[in-house]
């Protein structure tokens, strides 16, 4: 199973339904505009897919290249970059996880682990020796590696919805937005994963995001 999306499998059509269904924060609600005709003139230079689009936007001089090529606006394209970046969430090193202890982490790091991705691809093709870990321990980190496949989830967010329950992408995507905002509240509240409060609006776009993750 893969970490990410497949970039080369996602074409326009599906970037474009993707924008449309998602309830977008405010800074990003000029992407809809015009956006049918902003998609073909991608593909009129030959962007096919979502992999073709991040290749053009990856350096200033690539953006500012197909901005002139396809008539979009450089700020438009900036704007584009950025939330389509949110798609494919960086992978979380161990060693920034500070309620992990150092002989835990420099277990992981002999076992060529140190971060979420490298764990979740062990974890997906059985590579994990029974022995690096605390089963436990172990069991908390390959959820927390799932977790953070999804857009806006950091290790400290994955852990409260581990403890409310939802240890997997896939069954973050399959719940109902009531239940899961207060399960993880209820788990929050004595732990302390994170500060401050989530609210229903956010775990909707949580739902949706974790529906795209492979």
Same mark, same amino acid.
């Given at each position: 199973?893969?970490?990410?999306?497949?970039?080369?499998?996602?074409?326009?059509? =599906?970037?474009?339904?993707?924008?449309?269904?998602?309830?977008?924060?405010? #800074?990003?609600?000029?992407?809809? /505009?015009?956006?049918?005709?902003?998609?073909?003139? &991608?593909?009129?230079?030959?962007?096919?897919?979502? =992999?073709?689009?991040?290749?053009?936007?990856?350096?200033?001089?690539?953006?500012?290249?197909?901005?002139? #090529?396809?008539?979009?606006?450089?700020?438009?394209?900036?704007? &584009?970059?950025?939330?389509?970046?949110?798609?494919?969430?960086?992978?979380?090193?161990?060693?920034?996880?500070?309620?992990? /202890?150092?002989?835990?982490?420099?277990? &992981?790091?002999?076992?060529?682990?140190?971060?979420?991705?490298?764990?979740? /691809? =062990?974890?997906?093709?059985? =590579?994990?020796?029974?022995?690096?870990? /605390?089963?436990?321990?172990?069991?908390?980190?390959?959820?927390?590696?799932?977790?953070?496949?999804?857009?806006?989830?950091?290790?400290?967010?994955?852990?409260?919805?581990?403890?409310?329950?939802?240890?997997?992408?896939?069954?973050?995507?399959?719940?109902?937005?009531?239940? &899961?905002?207060?399960?993880?509240?209820?788990?929050?509240?004595?732990?302390?994963?994170?500060?401050?409060?989530?609210?229903?609006?956010?775990?909707?776009?949580?739902?949706?995001?974790?529906?795209?993750?492979?």
């Amino acid at each position: 199973m893969d970490y990410h999306i497949d970039g080369h499998s996602t074409d326009l059509a =599906a970037l474009q339904k993707r924008l449309q269904s998602t309830d977008l924060i405010p #800074s990003q609600e000029p992407l809809l /505009d015009d956006i049918t005709e902003k998609m073909s003139a &991608l593909a009129a230079v030959g962007v096919n897919n979502l =992999a073709d689009l991040r290749a053009g936007l990856n350096s200033p001089k690539a953006l500012a290249a197909l901005s002139r #090529s396809s008539g979009i606006s450089a700020d438009y394209l900036k704007l &584009l970059k950025r939330t389509i970046n949110g798609f494919f969430p960086k992978s979380r090193l161990f060693k920034d996880m500070d309620w992990l /202890d150092k002989n835990t982490i420099l277990n &992981l790091k002999q076992a060529g682990l140190e971060n979420t991705h490298q764990l979740f /691809d =062990a974890a997906s093709h059985g =590579a994990i020796g029974s022995a690096i870990l /605390d089963k436990g321990i172990l069991s908390e980190l390959v959820a927390i590696s799932d977790l953070c496949r999804v857009q806006w989830v950091s290790p400290n967010y994955a852990r409260a919805i581990a403890a409310a329950g939802f240890k997997q992408a896939s069954e973050v995507a399959r719940a109902d937005p009531e239940t &899961l905002t207060n399960a993880i509240a209820s788990a929050n509240e004595g732990a302390k994963f994170y500060k401050g409060k989530v609210g229903l609006r956010d775990v909707r776009r949580l739902v949706m995001a974790a529906g795209y993750v492979p």
